[in-house]
């Protein structure tokens, strides 16, 4: 009976061992799987007279072949790798749109400016200006279109927010549901191996949507999120939610649901899809919609300014070649009030005031009190200075001013400042009359006829106004711009050359013979004189201007050689028609202008290297997107083939395992045909 015992054991153990082998070969291709093995025991000996025999042997245990630090590892590694192919993903489309020709904006900026040097070589030819307004909408349709996918993006963005958060979810609650089975089989002395791994891929897949934190508590999994937040605690499950963001419902926040609280961890989420997603929207998406935003602000502005200053076909002061970048509808979509807010605070206007200043940031302003606030430079919180609404006018911060427009402030409400964000896609071209484009300076002057001796004025030496029309003060800008055409023509007459020939004088008269200013000049050099002509509405009367001074326009020209006694310079308004084109090359050079950023300590840049250095920012984020993918790809493969040197299936090794429990099992099944023999013979012996 006891070789019949030692036969049967072997027999068991082998069919167990062929069993965990042949359970290996099936699982090959399961994710996340562990190999098994077989781990065999001696059964108790039995005393034979001073010796003791052996009594076969025991299945020990089906033991799980598994190294937690590697399993770790993977995980964190596809966290990485996941993180990296998301934000890839994202920044590789948006690179190749702003470098692109045909879609991005270097394109149509380059194809604008040689519209305008046609134009300035042919002022009064109607078809180069026709040419020049079409490129003139095709550039702010390039602007709204670069922004609208952009928008798309930044939706796009929302979409897979939620859809990951949903999936986290689900992942979650089977990370709880498979806690508490193994936790059952383990409180009754059994090892579940499959829901062992099940667990463990389960947790691995959660990698990649996020970057998970891992605590084993008891046989039980903990997972948590950001800094510490728990999404599992053994058998219990808390939510993870996608809700508009408090300070920018555009844009989706992540927040962990604990039933009784909820708290927004967007900030701190990193890892996984969600991290590579929320890294590129903080880092690339908006800073480029606000480096977009400002190029189309200084476009818009200085194009208007200009065209402000200039004269058109028709002889009339120059209208808006875009639309007002400080319209109602865009200065209010310029702040964002927090959602919490006290519902009586109502909103901030924002007044663009020189976009030369412009930054990319946004900012946040937290009122303090009913009146004070304070205003920080995001993303770095940077304090720009404590203000109050009371101020008038409102303080200038970065070439922006604020306006609570209505309601009243509560000490703790808080605004998102955007001042760029939304430039590119409401920029719109507004002028329809290509006669209406200004590209004549709207002063012009000439010797008057007579002996004038050797009085010259350089062709680059014509007026040049000084005075800035407030293309946004629509009332005074026109009221100054009529009262330009009144008080003009005026005249420049020299007087006599002092006794040492070192000075002359002249006088700066209105059209009625009146002084205006007078001056001095050093005969036979180059003159700039700088001169104001006081304005005068219809009727003659002064234009007065707050607080009660007279509105004037202040212009400089240069004269040059030596004019006799009594030689005079008109000064004229330019007239309907006229083939000057001094303010369209005023316009062509906004080309190479330092018009962006000249609120830095340098002098600025210009437009089309704002521009450049978009695309050069974003490209540099791509390439390095490219060279972190490729080495996450590397760092998750080595993981995947530590952890499958350990814990996966080798199909050479368990086809030789086949051959060897076979064999085994063969054996057994002989000792136990021995043991029946044996008894036979005795049986038949006695």
């Known amino acids: 009976m006891s070789l019949l015992n030692i036969g049967m054991s072997g027999l068991a153990a082998g069919q167990s061992s062929l069993m965990t082998t042949g359970n ?92 305008v040097q046609n134009v300035n070589a042919k002022p009064g030819d109607d078809a180069s200006r026709q040419l020049l307004l079409s490129d003139t909408q095709a550039l702010s349709n390039r602007f709204n279109s670069m922004s609208s996918q952009l928008t798309q993006q930044n939706a796009t963005i929302n979409g897979n927010l939620t859809n990951m958060a949903d999936q986290v979810n689900k992942l979650a609650a089977t990370v709880a549901q498979l806690n508490q089975k193994i936790s059952e089989i383990s409180s009754s002395g059994g090892m579940p191996n499959d829901l062992l791994d099940a667990r463990n891929e389960t947790v691995r897949q959660l990698s990649t949507f996020t970057g998970a934190q891992v605590v084993e508590r008891e046989g039980s999994l903990d997972i948590y999120l ?3 937040q728990p999404l599992v605690m053994g058998n219990t499950v808390n939510k993870l939610e996608t809700v508009p963001s408090k300070d920018d419902p555009s844009r989706l926040a992540l927040q962990v649901n604990r039933g009784s609280s909820s708290i927004d961890i967007t900030s701190i989420m990193t890892g996984g899809e969600i991290g590579g997603l929320l890294r590129y929207r903080s880092t690339v998406l908006d800073p480029a919609m606000n480096e977009l935003g400002r190029v189309a602000l200084v476009v818009a502005d200085q194009m208007n300014s200009l065209q402000a200053q200039g004269i058109d076909k028709n002889g009339d002061f120059g209208s808006n ?36 200043k412009l930054t990319i940031n946004d900012y946040k302003v937290t009122f303090t009190s009913a009146t004070d606030y304070t205003v920080q ?69 000439a010797i008057a006829a007579g002996n004038s001796g050797t009085l010259t004025i350089p062709a680059s030496g014509q007026p040049t106004l000084t005075t800035k029309f407030d293309i946004y003060d629509t009332a005074t800008a026109t009221a100054m711009q009529n009262g330009l055409k009144n008080s003009t023509p005026t005249k420049i007459v020299f007087g006599d050359v002092s006794a040492d020939g070192t000075t002359q004088t002249y006088q700066f008269l209105d059209a009625k013979g009146g002084v205006i200013s007078s001056g001095s000049i050093k005969p036979g050099e180059n003159n700039t004189l700088s001169l104001s002509i006081p304005l005068k509405d219809a009727s003659g009367a002064p234009i007065p201007a707050p607080p009660a001074t007279q509105y004037t326009v202040s212009f400089d020209m240069t004269v040059a050689g030596s004019p006799t006694s009594g030689a005079a310079i008109n000064v004229t308004l330019s007239q309907p028609g006229t083939l000057d084109n001094r303010n369209g090359t005023a316009l062509a050079g906004l080309q190479t202008a330092q018009t962006v950023d000249t609120g830095s300590s340098s002098k600025g840049i210009s437009l089309t290297d704002a521009y450049g250095k978009l695309v050069e920012n974003v490209g540099s984020k791509a390439a390095q997107g490219k060279l972190d993918s490729a080495a996450t790809d590397a760092i998750l493969a080595n993981a995947k083939g530590a952890r499958d040197s350990l814990s996966g299936v080798d199909l050479d090794e368990e086809t030789g395992n086949l051959v060897k429990y076979q064999q085994y099992y063969t054996a057994s099944s002989q000792i136990i045909k021995a043991a029946q023999e044996i008894f036979s013979t005795l049986i038949n012996s006695l």
């Open 24 to 115: 290996n070969i099936a699982n090959v291709d399961t994710a996340g799987y562990s190999r098994q093995q077989t781990v065999q025991g001696t059964k108790a000996s039995q005393q034979f007279g001073n010796v003791y025999i052996g009594s076969g042997t025991t299945l020990a245990d089906v033991r799980r072949v598994y190294n937690s630090y590697l399993d770790a590892q993977l995980q964190t590694s596809t966290s990485l790798n996941s993180d990296s192919a998301a934000y890839l993903g994202q920044v590789t489309p948006l690179d190749k749109l702003l470098s692109d020709s045909g879609t991005g904006l270097n394109g149509a900026l380059t194809k604008f400016f040689t519209s």
């Open 226 to 228: 950001g800094s510490g």
């Open 321 to 356: 070649l875009f639309n007002s970048i400080n319209s109602a509808a865009q200065m209010s979509q310029r702040s964002i009030a927090t959602i919490g807010n006290n519902a009586g605070t109502g909103n901030f206007d924002v007044s663009i005031e020189d976009t030369g």
């Open 377 to 445: 430079r995001l993303p770095d919180n940077t304090p720009m200075g404590s203000f109050s609404t009371t101020t008038n006018p409102p303080p200038v911060i970065d070439g922006f001013s604020l306006k609570l427009a209505g309601g009243t402030a509560t000490a703790g409400d808080t605004f998102k400042i955007t001042p760029t964000r939304n430039a590119a896609a409401t920029i719109k071209t507004e002028m329809t009359d290509a006669k209406r484009l200004a590209i004549a300076a709207p002063l012009g002057a």
